[in-house]
């Protein structure tokens, strides 16, 4: 989480994945999910049938990244390689009905591979390159050759993933790998079972999973993948910290003299996130595998902010600052932003820039306030006010890192989609998907829930009456894991849900027909 324009906001890592299959033109399938192994095969066969939709041929070959079986079929989600490559931005999904046939894909095409994939820039020069693009003094960077994917071409590329001195910034680069030159970059800093007790500082006295060792309890959650909550002594480096660990299963005292308070609510709102998910999709955690993240709690010194890290597996909370005016950056809906970052990051991978790094926050505010929701704790009662419970002076009227209803009152966030909304900070596109979410859900005008009050306009002057949030999330979710992938944009994302809607509750729906008005209502249409 950064500070923009005085408010704080999340960031997230996106890591683009190192393949290094390499042969003629094949498809190498690596089912999971919940289907069938023969699916994925099918679905080789029919990526083969409709090679022009998706630009499949020689030299390449994909490697199934998911799997997702639904009444109207199956969803197989592919990474894609060039002449052993990893192709940024050449995921796909291929759509089966029940019976094997083909239905649609999603995905850029990918047109213009180069004929050769040997650099005429070296990887010391393009790492040298992408340390001068960042500016800030590189404590450790890592390359890869890669094909980067645009539009209506594809570059050979050097993938540069830097890493400050501090610990406290990283980013990925892509230089081209014939002339030098920086083709994108964006940050990747994104930012028998004991039941104990926790006495936190937002959420009240709630029940935490721990274990007994033994004289010793250890914050480790082992009904939730073994979800473990350390402390990180103000360290700046990523995964490094101790493991709360006490004479009793008593963790905090609801203040902060105790350092176990923060992580009583870091542990919390991880655990939930982890019920949602498990509850209302059946997921298994961040990579639907039955494994927790770790969470470290009192990261590196005035650190307003907080962070999924990929690298790590793992998600650092701030203990935010006295001239910020904001406490530890450890409330429910920012742990649950910050763990769906990490849901996202192992299903579309939205890249972290232009309108899918827009996306890609949304999903996480989205998700975070669904977990709010979820919680339904009264000492954080649930709404469309994202992290207001972090700051020092608590008015959720003011104080506050986004709203949904109108995002355009933090002073930065965009209410509608504009051609240029691509090119703003993906916390502000955000706005976009964030206020689509609030009319869906809730729709336009003036209310009051929970005791706050909302006021959300429309970009078109109608009026929309929602259809709840449960079933808005239950849509983006849909599309997110089924038919977004990683350059997904806004207008795709329409597409996406749409199709989401449709296949939930019909396209004669009531659902269907609200979403369709709710898109046209921030201004994305067909």
């Known amino acids: ?50 090679s022009a939709r998706f630009g499949f041929g020689p030299g390449q070959q994909v490697t199934a990244k998911g ?21 940024i931005g050449g995921d796909f999904i291929v759509h089966l009905t029940p019976s094997g046939a083909y239905r649609y894909g999603n995905g850029r095409k990918v047109v213009g591979l180069p004929a050769s994939v040997h650099p005429a820039i070296s990887s010391a020069a393009a790492a040298a390159s992408a340390a001068g693009k960042v500016g800030y003094p590189v404590g450790s960077k890592q390359t890869a050759l890669v094909i980067y994917t645009r539009p209506h071409s594809s570059v050979l590329a050097w993938q540069v993933n830097t890493e400050s001195k501090s610990g406290l910034r990283g980013d990925v680069t892509y230089v081209s790998a014939r002339t030098g030159s920086s083709l994108a970059s964006w940050s990747t800093v994104q930012t028998s079972r004991d039941v104990g007790t926790g006495k936190t500082l937002y959420s009240g006295k709630v029940k935490l999973g721990d274990i007994k060792k033994g004289t010793k309890y250890k914050l480790t959650d082992q009904t939730r993948g073994g979800q473990s909550t350390y402390d990180a002594n103000h360290s700046s480096t990523r995964g490094v910290g101790t493991l709360f660990t006490d004479n009793n299963n008593v963790w905090g005292d609801g203040t902060d003299a105790s350092v176990e308070s923060a992580g009583a609510d870091a542990a919390y709102g991880v655990g939930l996130t982890w019920d949602y998910y498990l509850k209302t999709y059946g997921r298994k955690g961040i990579a639907d595998d039955g494994k927790a993240a770790r969470s470290f709690v009192h990261f590196s010194v005035n650190y ?42 192992r299903t579309a991978g939205l890249i972290y820039a232009g309108e899918s790094g827009g996306l890609n926050e ?46 355009s009152m933090d002073g930065g966030s965009k209410d509608c989609w504009y051609s240029g909304v691509g090119g703003v900070d993906v916390h502000y596109s955000s706005g ?86 709710a898109w046209a209502a921030v201004a994305v249409t067909p």
């Not at 009264?378 to 009227?397: H, K, L, N, Q």
């Open 1 to 50: 989480m950064k500070l923009l324009h005085g408010r704080a906001t999340y960031l997230v890592v996106v890591v683009a994945a190192a393949l290094t299959v390499a042969g003629a033109a094949a498809v190498q399938a690596q089912p999971s999910g919940k289907a069938s192994p023969d699916k994925v095969v099918t679905a080789k066969s029919r990526l083969i049938e409709n």
């Open 304 to 345: 307003v902010n907080a962070s999924w890290s990929d690298s790590c597996f793992c998600m650092v909370f701030g203990d935010g600052s006295a001239a910020s005016g904001i406490g530890s950056l450890v409330s429910i809906d920012v742990g649950g932003h910050e763990m769906s970052h990490g849901v996202t990051s």
């Open 432 to 517: 976009v998907g964030n206020h689509l979410f609030y009319l869906l859900s809730e729709g336009s005008g003036a209310k009051t829930i929970n005791g706050i009050k909302y006021d959300s306009p429309t970009c078109n002057g109608s009026t929309i009456k929602g259809i709840g949030h449960e079933k808005a999330a239950a849509i983006w979710y849909k599309a997110l894991t089924e038919n977004w992938v990683s350059t997904t944009n806004y207008h795709d994302a329409r597409l996406g849900t749409l199709q989401a809607a449709k296949d939930l509750y019909g396209k004669t729906s009531v659902e269907y027909k609200t979403l369709d008005k």
């Open 67 to 87: 799997v997702y079986a639904s009444k109207q079929g199956t969803a197989i989600r592919f990474d894609r390689t060039y002449r052993g490559l990893p192709v």
């Open 362 to 407: 949304s999903t996480s505010d989205v998700m975070g306030t669904e977990v709010e929701m979820y919680a339904d704790n009264t000492s954080d009662v649930p709404d469309y006010v994202i992290g207001e419970e972090i700051f020092r002076s608590y008015d959720p009227a003011v104080n506050y890192i986004r709203r949904m209803d109108k995002p």
